[in-house]
Protein backbone atom coordinates (compact mmCIF):
# COMPACT_ATOMS: atom_id res chain seq x y z
CA UNK A 1 0.00 0.00 0.00
CA UNK A 2 2.92 2.29 0.70
CA UNK A 3 4.45 1.52 -1.84
CA UNK A 4 1.82 2.04 -4.51
CA UNK A 5 1.03 5.54 -2.89
CA UNK A 6 5.05 6.40 -3.02
CA UNK A 7 4.60 5.42 -7.22
CA UNK A 8 2.15 7.61 -7.30
CA UNK A 9 3.37 10.34 -5.69
CA UNK A 10 6.51 10.07 -7.76
CA UNK A 11 4.67 9.92 -11.40
CA UNK A 12 2.80 12.97 -10.02
CA UNK A 13 6.08 14.80 -9.32
CA UNK A 14 7.50 13.20 -12.81
CA UNK A 15 5.37 14.90 -14.82
CA UNK A 16 4.81 18.09 -12.39
CA UNK A 17 8.82 18.71 -12.54
CA UNK A 18 10.43 20.04 -15.61
CA UNK A 19 11.64 16.77 -16.93
CA UNK A 20 12.62 18.39 -20.46
CA UNK A 21 15.28 21.41 -21.22
CA UNK A 22 15.55 23.24 -24.47
CA UNK A 23 19.01 24.26 -24.71
CA UNK A 24 20.12 26.56 -27.10
CA UNK A 25 24.20 27.58 -28.52
CA UNK A 26 24.50 30.73 -30.85
CA UNK A 27 27.23 32.94 -31.80
CA UNK A 28 28.51 34.39 -34.85
CA UNK A 29 30.52 32.47 -37.49
CA UNK A 30 33.54 30.90 -36.40
CA UNK A 31 32.70 31.88 -32.19
CA UNK A 32 33.15 27.95 -32.20
CA UNK A 33 29.33 26.58 -31.95
CA UNK A 34 30.16 23.34 -33.57
CA UNK A 35 32.96 22.48 -31.26
CA UNK A 36 31.15 23.07 -28.71
CA UNK A 37 28.46 21.04 -29.42
CA UNK A 38 30.29 18.03 -30.37
CA UNK A 39 31.91 18.41 -27.31
CA UNK A 40 29.25 18.94 -24.86
CA UNK A 41 27.53 15.59 -26.66
CA UNK A 42 30.41 14.12 -26.70
CA UNK A 43 31.21 14.51 -22.41
CA UNK A 44 27.52 13.85 -21.86
CA UNK A 45 28.17 10.58 -23.57
CA UNK A 46 30.82 9.85 -22.09
CA UNK A 47 30.26 11.25 -18.41
CA UNK A 48 30.54 8.35 -15.40
CA UNK A 49 33.43 6.88 -18.25
CA UNK A 50 36.56 8.53 -19.79
CA UNK A 51 34.68 12.29 -19.74
CA UNK A 52 36.33 14.72 -17.61
CA UNK A 53 33.54 16.47 -15.47
CA UNK A 54 34.98 17.54 -12.23
CA UNK A 55 33.27 21.10 -11.68
CA UNK A 56 29.81 19.36 -12.79
CA UNK A 57 28.30 17.98 -9.01
CA UNK A 58 26.29 15.40 -10.82
CA UNK A 59 29.52 13.52 -12.96
CA UNK A 60 31.80 14.70 -9.48
CA UNK A 61 29.49 12.56 -7.42
CA UNK A 62 29.49 9.48 -9.86
CA UNK A 63 25.82 10.44 -10.64
CA UNK A 64 25.93 10.92 -14.06
CA UNK A 65 25.55 7.50 -15.73
CA UNK A 66 25.47 8.93 -18.82
CA UNK A 67 23.59 9.70 -22.18
CA UNK A 68 21.93 9.01 -25.13
CA UNK A 69 20.92 10.11 -28.62
CA UNK A 70 17.03 10.05 -29.31
CA UNK A 71 14.34 10.76 -32.16
CA UNK A 72 14.06 14.61 -32.23
CA UNK A 73 10.59 16.68 -32.13
CA UNK A 74 10.98 18.97 -34.37
CA UNK A 75 10.76 16.94 -38.10
CA UNK A 76 11.49 20.15 -39.99
CA UNK A 77 14.81 21.02 -38.28
CA UNK A 78 18.06 19.54 -39.49
CA UNK A 79 19.83 16.92 -37.23
CA UNK A 80 23.17 18.15 -35.83
CA UNK A 81 25.76 16.46 -37.03
CA UNK A 82 27.81 15.01 -34.48
CA UNK A 83 28.85 11.50 -36.21
CA UNK A 84 30.32 13.49 -38.74
CA UNK A 85 32.11 15.83 -36.14
CA UNK A 86 33.79 13.07 -34.52
CA UNK A 87 34.71 11.50 -37.62
CA UNK A 88 37.07 14.57 -38.73
CA UNK A 89 38.06 15.02 -34.86
CA UNK A 90 39.78 11.10 -35.53
CA UNK A 91 40.72 11.51 -38.87
CA UNK A 92 44.80 11.49 -39.46
CA UNK A 93 45.72 13.77 -39.56
CA UNK A 94 42.82 15.92 -37.35
CA UNK A 95 40.70 18.15 -38.24
CA UNK A 96 38.11 20.74 -37.20
CA UNK A 97 34.39 20.04 -37.59
CA UNK A 98 32.88 21.30 -40.91
CA UNK A 99 30.78 24.48 -39.18
CA UNK A 100 26.74 24.12 -39.38
CA UNK A 101 25.18 26.96 -41.63
CA UNK A 102 21.85 27.34 -40.42
CA UNK A 103 19.88 26.01 -37.32
CA UNK A 104 20.41 22.38 -36.26
CA UNK A 105 18.44 19.88 -33.94
CA UNK A 106 20.23 17.29 -31.36
CA UNK A 107 18.06 15.31 -28.43
CA UNK A 108 19.66 13.63 -25.66
CA UNK A 109 18.34 11.68 -23.00
CA UNK A 110 20.65 11.73 -20.00
CA UNK A 111 21.02 9.55 -16.82
CA UNK A 112 21.30 10.84 -13.74
CA UNK A 113 20.97 9.12 -10.14
CA UNK A 114 18.55 11.74 -8.42
CA UNK A 115 20.62 12.99 -5.06
CA UNK A 116 19.86 11.30 -1.90
CA UNK A 117 18.24 13.76 0.20
CA UNK A 118 16.60 15.22 -3.08
CA UNK A 119 12.77 14.97 -4.56
CA UNK A 120 13.45 12.15 -6.20
CA UNK A 121 16.01 10.60 -4.60
CA UNK A 122 13.69 10.70 -0.84
CA UNK A 123 11.33 8.69 -3.04
CA UNK A 124 13.81 5.75 -3.41
CA UNK A 125 14.67 6.34 -7.07
CA UNK A 126 17.05 4.57 -8.74
CA UNK A 127 17.56 6.79 -11.54
CA UNK A 128 16.04 9.78 -13.46
CA UNK A 129 16.02 10.68 -17.00
CA UNK A 130 16.25 14.71 -18.28
CA UNK A 131 15.34 15.17 -21.97
CA UNK A 132 17.67 17.57 -22.90
CA UNK A 133 16.87 19.59 -26.89
CA UNK A 134 20.17 21.06 -28.05
CA UNK A 135 19.80 23.59 -30.84
CA UNK A 136 22.13 25.63 -32.54
CA UNK A 137 21.89 28.55 -34.88
CA UNK A 138 23.55 31.34 -36.15
CA UNK A 139 24.14 34.67 -34.09
CA UNK A 140 23.99 36.51 -36.92
CA UNK A 141 19.98 35.97 -37.16
CA UNK A 142 19.92 37.68 -33.99
CA UNK A 143 21.25 40.87 -35.31
CA UNK A 144 18.28 41.09 -37.54
CA UNK A 145 16.11 42.34 -34.58
CA UNK A 146 16.21 45.42 -34.47
CA UNK A 147 15.32 44.90 -38.33
CA UNK A 148 11.68 44.57 -36.66
CA UNK A 149 11.89 47.82 -35.43
CA UNK A 150 12.32 49.15 -38.97
CA UNK A 151 10.46 49.89 -42.53
CA UNK A 152 12.31 49.64 -45.23
CA UNK A 153 13.05 53.35 -45.50
CA UNK A 154 13.89 53.63 -41.70
CA UNK A 155 16.24 50.75 -42.13
CA UNK A 156 17.51 51.93 -45.09
CA UNK A 157 18.93 55.27 -44.01
CA UNK A 158 20.01 53.87 -41.19
CA UNK A 159 22.39 51.63 -43.07
CA UNK A 160 24.64 54.30 -44.49
CA UNK A 161 25.23 55.79 -41.31
CA UNK A 162 26.64 52.75 -40.17
CA UNK A 163 28.90 52.55 -42.89
CA UNK A 164 32.83 53.07 -41.89
CA UNK A 165 35.22 54.42 -44.28
CA UNK A 166 36.69 50.51 -44.43
CA UNK A 167 33.42 48.93 -45.37
CA UNK A 168 32.52 51.56 -48.12
CA UNK A 169 36.25 50.81 -49.66
CA UNK A 170 34.77 46.59 -49.27
CA UNK A 171 31.13 47.67 -50.66
CA UNK A 172 32.41 50.16 -53.55
CA UNK A 173 31.44 47.68 -56.23
CA UNK A 174 28.06 47.51 -54.88
CA UNK A 175 28.04 51.41 -54.11
CA UNK A 176 29.12 51.44 -58.11
CA UNK A 177 26.17 49.31 -59.07
CA UNK A 178 23.53 50.96 -56.84
CA UNK A 179 24.59 54.62 -57.79
CA UNK A 180 22.41 55.17 -60.83
CA UNK A 181 19.30 53.31 -59.54
CA UNK A 182 16.49 55.58 -59.66
CA UNK A 183 13.95 54.69 -56.76
CA UNK A 184 10.56 55.68 -58.49
CA UNK A 185 11.21 54.03 -61.76
CA UNK A 186 9.84 50.73 -62.69
CA UNK A 187 11.81 48.00 -61.29
CA UNK A 188 13.70 45.60 -63.35
CA UNK A 189 13.80 42.21 -61.59
CA UNK A 190 16.93 41.14 -63.27
CA UNK A 191 18.61 44.81 -62.68
CA UNK A 192 17.81 44.08 -58.99
CA UNK A 193 18.85 40.57 -58.09
CA UNK A 194 22.51 41.66 -59.65
CA UNK A 195 22.38 44.87 -57.31
CA UNK A 196 21.58 42.71 -54.32
CA UNK A 197 23.74 40.24 -55.66
CA UNK A 198 26.54 43.41 -54.87
CA UNK A 199 25.49 43.95 -51.97
CA UNK A 200 25.39 40.51 -50.55
CA UNK A 201 28.95 40.18 -51.71
CA UNK A 202 29.69 43.69 -49.96
CA UNK A 203 28.46 41.92 -47.06
CA UNK A 204 30.65 38.92 -47.24
CA UNK A 205 33.78 40.93 -47.71
CA UNK A 206 32.79 42.88 -44.79
CA UNK A 207 32.62 39.36 -42.77
CA UNK A 208 35.92 37.74 -44.16
CA UNK A 209 37.79 41.42 -43.32
CA UNK A 210 36.54 40.53 -39.93
CA UNK A 211 33.30 42.60 -39.22
CA UNK A 212 30.45 41.17 -37.42
CA UNK A 213 27.96 43.97 -37.42
CA UNK A 214 26.00 43.38 -40.75
CA UNK A 215 22.53 43.03 -41.42
CA UNK A 216 20.49 41.14 -42.98
CA UNK A 217 22.11 38.50 -41.62
CA UNK A 218 20.37 35.84 -43.78
CA UNK A 219 22.29 37.50 -47.08
CA UNK A 220 25.64 35.70 -45.25
CA UNK A 221 23.87 32.18 -44.67
CA UNK A 222 21.19 32.50 -47.09
CA UNK A 223 20.83 28.41 -46.30
CA UNK A 224 18.39 27.34 -48.85
CA UNK A 225 16.91 30.78 -49.75
CA UNK A 226 19.84 31.17 -51.63
CA UNK A 227 18.93 32.78 -55.20
CA UNK A 228 14.73 33.50 -53.83
CA UNK A 229 14.06 37.06 -54.64
CA UNK A 230 13.10 37.39 -50.59
CA UNK A 231 16.94 37.76 -50.15
CA UNK A 232 16.95 40.32 -53.19
CA UNK A 233 16.74 43.97 -51.52
CA UNK A 234 19.14 46.17 -50.45
CA UNK A 235 19.14 49.52 -48.94
CA UNK A 236 18.52 52.74 -51.41
CA UNK A 237 21.83 55.41 -50.64
CA UNK A 238 20.58 58.84 -50.63
CA UNK A 239 16.88 58.09 -49.37
CA UNK A 240 16.21 60.53 -46.46
CA UNK A 241 13.37 60.29 -43.94
CA UNK A 242 11.83 63.57 -44.75
CA UNK A 243 10.91 62.04 -48.61
CA UNK A 244 8.46 59.41 -47.28
CA UNK A 245 5.47 61.29 -48.44
CA UNK A 246 7.08 61.46 -52.00
CA UNK A 247 8.29 58.16 -52.08
CA UNK A 248 4.52 56.60 -50.68
CA UNK A 249 3.26 58.11 -54.00
CA UNK A 250 5.39 56.29 -55.98
CA UNK A 251 3.48 53.63 -58.43
CA UNK A 252 3.51 50.21 -56.83
CA UNK A 253 6.17 48.53 -59.64
CA UNK A 254 8.88 51.33 -58.50
CA UNK A 255 11.93 50.27 -57.37
CA UNK A 256 11.49 51.78 -54.14
CA UNK A 257 8.20 50.08 -53.42
CA UNK A 258 9.41 46.68 -54.48
CA UNK A 259 12.41 46.53 -52.03
CA UNK A 260 10.16 47.78 -49.03
CA UNK A 261 7.56 45.16 -50.24
CA UNK A 262 10.63 42.26 -50.10
CA UNK A 263 11.93 44.06 -46.70
CA UNK A 264 8.64 43.71 -45.38
CA UNK A 265 8.46 40.02 -46.62
CA UNK A 266 11.86 39.25 -44.78
CA UNK A 267 10.20 40.71 -41.50
CA UNK A 268 7.17 38.81 -41.80
CA UNK A 269 8.41 35.34 -43.23
CA UNK A 270 12.18 34.73 -42.25
CA UNK A 271 12.75 37.26 -39.26
CA UNK A 272 9.28 36.75 -37.04
CA UNK A 273 8.91 32.95 -37.74
CA UNK A 274 12.65 32.13 -36.13
CA UNK A 275 11.89 33.85 -33.18
CA UNK A 276 8.34 32.77 -32.94
CA UNK A 277 8.59 28.84 -33.87
CA UNK A 278 12.28 28.39 -31.98
CA UNK A 279 13.60 30.98 -29.94
CA UNK A 280 10.29 31.47 -27.67
CA UNK A 281 10.47 28.19 -26.65
CA UNK A 282 14.51 27.81 -25.54
CA UNK A 283 14.44 27.39 -21.72
CA UNK A 284 18.52 28.37 -21.47
CA UNK A 285 20.94 29.81 -23.88
CA UNK A 286 24.85 30.13 -24.41
CA UNK A 287 26.09 33.16 -26.36
CA UNK A 288 29.81 32.15 -27.94
CA UNK A 289 32.38 34.63 -28.57
CA UNK A 290 35.30 34.56 -29.88
CA UNK A 291 37.17 37.74 -28.36
CA UNK A 292 41.05 36.40 -29.23
CA UNK A 293 40.13 36.06 -32.73
CA UNK A 294 38.84 40.01 -32.24
CA UNK A 295 41.79 40.92 -30.45
CA UNK A 296 44.15 39.54 -32.98
CA UNK A 297 42.63 41.17 -35.54
CA UNK A 298 42.95 44.95 -34.30
CA UNK A 299 41.21 47.66 -32.81
CA UNK A 300 38.19 48.27 -35.59
CA UNK A 301 37.19 44.63 -36.03
CA UNK A 302 37.42 44.70 -31.90
CA UNK A 303 34.94 47.75 -31.90
CA UNK A 304 32.64 46.15 -34.60
CA UNK A 305 32.28 42.79 -32.74
CA UNK A 306 31.63 44.91 -29.80
CA UNK A 307 28.57 46.74 -31.93
CA UNK A 308 27.72 43.08 -33.15
CA UNK A 309 27.20 41.84 -29.70
CA UNK A 310 25.44 44.87 -28.43
CA UNK A 311 22.79 44.16 -31.04
CA UNK A 312 23.30 40.61 -30.87
CA UNK A 313 22.55 40.86 -26.80
CA UNK A 314 19.26 42.83 -27.34
CA UNK A 315 17.05 39.24 -28.02
CA UNK A 316 18.28 38.38 -24.37
CA UNK A 317 17.08 42.02 -22.98
CA UNK A 318 13.82 40.94 -21.37
CA UNK A 319 13.03 44.15 -19.93
CA UNK A 320 9.29 45.38 -19.96
CA UNK A 321 9.69 47.55 -22.69
CA UNK A 322 12.25 46.24 -24.74
CA UNK A 323 11.73 45.16 -28.43
CA UNK A 324 12.11 41.11 -27.97
CA UNK A 325 9.68 41.32 -24.65
CA UNK A 326 7.13 43.39 -26.93
CA UNK A 327 7.30 41.75 -29.77
CA UNK A 328 7.43 37.89 -28.35
CA UNK A 329 7.53 36.35 -25.09
CA UNK A 330 10.57 34.60 -24.65
CA UNK A 331 11.15 32.36 -21.31
CA UNK A 332 15.14 31.88 -21.41
CA UNK A 333 15.64 32.17 -17.87
CA UNK A 334 19.20 31.67 -17.53
CA UNK A 335 22.19 33.05 -20.01
CA UNK A 336 25.62 31.70 -20.10
CA UNK A 337 27.99 33.87 -21.98
CA UNK A 338 31.25 32.30 -22.92
CA UNK A 339 35.13 33.52 -24.49
CA UNK A 340 35.98 29.90 -26.38
CA UNK A 341 39.58 28.75 -27.86
CA UNK A 342 40.65 29.63 -24.18
CA UNK A 343 43.64 26.86 -24.99
CA UNK A 344 45.33 29.71 -27.61
CA UNK A 345 46.25 31.49 -24.19
CA UNK A 346 48.29 30.36 -21.27
CA UNK A 347 46.33 29.35 -18.47
CA UNK A 348 47.01 32.39 -16.00
CA UNK A 349 45.93 34.48 -18.74
CA UNK A 350 41.99 33.21 -18.57
CA UNK A 351 40.89 34.92 -16.10
CA UNK A 352 41.65 38.18 -17.90
CA UNK A 353 39.77 36.51 -20.65
CA UNK A 354 36.72 36.52 -18.59
CA UNK A 355 37.24 40.32 -17.47
CA UNK A 356 37.70 41.17 -21.28
CA UNK A 357 34.36 39.49 -22.49
CA UNK A 358 32.95 41.29 -19.54
CA UNK A 359 34.34 44.47 -20.51
CA UNK A 360 33.39 43.85 -23.99
CA UNK A 361 29.55 43.18 -23.40
CA UNK A 362 29.22 45.60 -20.47
CA UNK A 363 26.17 47.52 -21.90
CA UNK A 364 24.08 44.55 -22.46
CA UNK A 365 25.27 42.64 -19.42
CA UNK A 366 23.42 45.59 -17.23
CA UNK A 367 20.42 45.56 -18.81
CA UNK A 368 20.42 41.99 -18.22
CA UNK A 369 20.74 42.11 -14.61
CA UNK A 370 18.16 44.83 -14.76
CA UNK A 371 15.65 42.99 -16.07
CA UNK A 372 16.84 40.00 -13.43
CA UNK A 373 17.86 37.43 -15.99
CA UNK A 374 20.94 35.43 -14.22
CA UNK A 375 24.04 35.22 -16.60
CA UNK A 376 26.79 34.11 -15.87
CA UNK A 377 30.67 34.45 -18.11
CA UNK A 378 32.98 31.60 -18.92
CA UNK A 379 36.17 31.31 -20.36
CA UNK A 380 36.58 27.70 -22.34
CA UNK A 381 38.17 25.53 -24.96
CA UNK A 382 35.40 23.03 -26.06
CA UNK A 383 38.26 20.77 -27.77
CA UNK A 384 41.78 21.87 -26.29
CA UNK A 385 44.23 21.85 -28.75
CA UNK A 386 47.31 23.03 -26.61
CA UNK A 387 49.33 21.61 -23.74
CA UNK A 388 50.65 24.51 -21.25
CA UNK A 389 53.63 24.40 -20.42
CA UNK A 390 56.55 26.26 -18.21
CA UNK A 391 59.76 27.18 -20.40
CA UNK A 392 63.10 28.30 -18.70
CA UNK A 393 64.14 31.92 -20.02
CA UNK A 394 67.14 33.42 -18.83
CA UNK A 395 66.85 31.76 -15.36
CA UNK A 396 63.38 32.85 -15.11
CA UNK A 397 60.00 29.94 -15.69
CA UNK A 398 57.55 31.72 -18.01
CA UNK A 399 54.38 29.95 -19.26
CA UNK A 400 53.86 28.88 -23.06
CA UNK A 401 51.85 26.47 -25.25
CA UNK A 402 52.65 23.51 -27.11
CA UNK A 403 50.88 22.60 -30.34
CA UNK A 404 50.28 21.66 -33.53
CA UNK A 405 49.62 23.96 -36.23
CA UNK A 406 47.50 23.91 -39.02
CA UNK A 407 50.16 22.99 -41.46
CA UNK A 408 51.06 19.98 -38.78
CA UNK A 409 54.35 21.67 -37.45
CA UNK A 410 54.70 21.16 -33.51
CA UNK A 411 55.33 24.84 -32.11
CA UNK A 412 56.04 26.06 -28.76
CA UNK A 413 54.85 29.80 -28.07
CA UNK A 414 53.49 32.19 -25.82
CA UNK A 415 50.97 34.08 -27.69
CA UNK A 416 51.03 36.86 -25.31
CA UNK A 417 48.48 38.72 -22.79
CA UNK A 418 44.60 39.33 -22.82
CA UNK A 419 44.20 42.48 -21.48
CA UNK A 420 41.46 42.71 -18.47
CA UNK A 421 39.56 45.88 -20.22
CA UNK A 422 38.79 47.48 -23.40
CA UNK A 423 41.97 47.55 -25.14
CA UNK A 424 42.80 51.73 -25.46
CA UNK A 425 44.61 52.88 -29.15
CA UNK A 426 48.28 52.34 -26.95
CA UNK A 427 47.58 49.01 -26.87
CA UNK A 428 47.33 48.42 -29.88
CA UNK A 429 50.72 49.73 -31.15
CA UNK A 430 52.38 48.81 -27.96
CA UNK A 431 51.61 44.83 -27.96
CA UNK A 432 50.72 42.59 -30.41
CA UNK A 433 49.21 39.29 -30.45
CA UNK A 434 50.03 36.45 -32.58
CA UNK A 435 47.21 33.99 -31.28
CA UNK A 436 48.19 30.82 -33.67
CA UNK A 437 45.29 28.41 -35.28
CA UNK A 438 46.18 24.75 -34.07
CA UNK A 439 45.24 21.56 -35.01
CA UNK A 440 43.10 19.22 -32.92
CA UNK A 441 44.93 17.10 -30.71
CA UNK A 442 45.49 13.62 -32.94
CA UNK A 443 43.47 10.61 -31.17
CA UNK A 444 46.71 9.35 -30.20
CA UNK A 445 47.47 12.71 -28.43
CA UNK A 446 44.36 13.05 -26.97
CA UNK A 447 44.22 9.69 -24.85
CA UNK A 448 41.16 8.88 -23.49
CA UNK A 449 38.45 11.30 -24.18
CA UNK A 450 37.87 14.11 -25.41
CA UNK A 451 40.06 17.10 -23.87
CA UNK A 452 38.23 20.36 -22.54
CA UNK A 453 38.93 23.38 -20.38
CA UNK A 454 35.60 24.38 -18.16
CA UNK A 455 33.21 22.71 -20.29
CA UNK A 456 32.11 21.01 -17.09
CA UNK A 457 31.61 24.39 -15.51
CA UNK A 458 29.67 25.79 -18.19
CA UNK A 459 27.34 22.25 -18.38
CA UNK A 460 27.26 22.97 -14.46
CA UNK A 461 25.70 26.18 -14.36
CA UNK A 462 23.85 25.29 -17.98
CA UNK A 463 22.36 22.02 -16.79
CA UNK A 464 23.69 21.02 -13.14
CA UNK A 465 20.45 22.26 -11.67
CA UNK A 466 18.26 19.63 -13.27
CA UNK A 467 20.75 16.84 -12.46
CA UNK A 468 20.01 17.13 -8.04
P1 LIG B 1 31.06 28.01 -35.74
O1 LIG B 1 31.12 28.69 -37.06
O2 LIG B 1 30.59 28.95 -34.66
O3 LIG B 1 30.32 26.71 -35.73
O4 LIG B 1 32.58 27.73 -35.33
P2 LIG B 1 33.38 26.34 -35.28
O5 LIG B 1 32.94 25.51 -34.11
O6 LIG B 1 33.36 25.72 -36.62
O7 LIG B 1 34.84 26.90 -34.92
C1 LIG B 1 35.57 27.68 -35.83
C2 LIG B 1 37.03 27.37 -35.71
O8 LIG B 1 37.51 27.81 -34.43
C3 LIG B 1 37.34 25.88 -35.73
O9 LIG B 1 37.48 25.41 -37.05
C4 LIG B 1 38.66 25.83 -34.98
O10 LIG B 1 39.72 26.21 -35.83
C5 LIG B 1 38.48 26.92 -33.94
N1 LIG B 1 38.04 26.39 -32.63
C6 LIG B 1 36.76 26.20 -32.20
N2 LIG B 1 36.75 25.75 -30.93
C7 LIG B 1 38.03 25.64 -30.54
C8 LIG B 1 38.69 25.25 -29.32
O11 LIG B 1 38.07 24.87 -28.31
N3 LIG B 1 40.07 25.29 -29.34
C9 LIG B 1 40.78 25.70 -30.41
N4 LIG B 1 42.11 25.71 -30.32
N5 LIG B 1 40.20 26.09 -31.57
C10 LIG B 1 38.86 26.05 -31.63
Excluded at 64 to 80: E, I, K, M, N, S
Excluded at 121 to 147: I, K, Q, V
Excluded at 226 to 252: H, M
Excluded at 320 to 346: C, E, G, M, N
Aim: hydrophobic share 40%; proline share 6%; aromatic share 8%.
Amino acid sequence: MRQSLARELSNLIERGRDRQLRLAVTGLSRAGKTAFLTSLVYQLRHAGLEARLDLLPAAREGRLLGAQRVAQQDLGVPRFPFDEAMLALDDSPPRWPEPTRGISELRLHIRYRPQRGGLLGGLGRDSATLTLDLFDYPGEWLLDLPLLDHDYLSWSTGQQTSLSPERRTLASGWLDAVADLDPAAAADEGELARIAQHYAEALRAAREAGFADLQPGRFLLPGDLDGAPVLQFFPLPGLDVDDRQRLETLPEDSVYHTLARRFAYYQQHIVRPFYQEHFRRFDRQIVLVDVLGALNAGPERFEDLSRALATLMQSFDYGKRSLISRLFSPRIDRLAIAATKADHVTPEQHVNLVSLLEALLGEPLKDLRFADIPVKAFSLASIRATRAHEVEHQGKHAPALRGTTQDGEETLVFPGEVPVRLPRSDFWTRQGFAFHAFRPLSREARGDGLPHIRMDAALDWLIGDKLT
